[in-house]
């Protein structure tokens, strides 16, 4: 290592040599040129399909529901005559 001299006259040791800059890759790999954002649009579809997917699911739980006879009692109400 090289020493050099300061202004006061005492020796400092010299600074290590800096290592190589790695080479950037070029623009063109990088970043595509023109075209559209389709990050909005894609996730607009998921979300589309996902809240109709929710919402088959409730229609097929309530024609479930609906379509169970009810049990019917023994007794029923007098009919109202005038």
Known sequence: MPIS?????????????????????????????????????VSALLLAGIKLSLLQNKKLTDKRKSSTPKPKTKSMPRPNTV
């Open 5 to 41: 001299t300061t202004s006061i006259g005492g020796t400092k040791a010299a600074k290590p040599a800096k290592p190589a800059k790695a080479a950037k890759p070029a623009k063109a790999a990088t970043k595509s040129t023109g075209g559209y954002n389709l990050a909005p649009l």
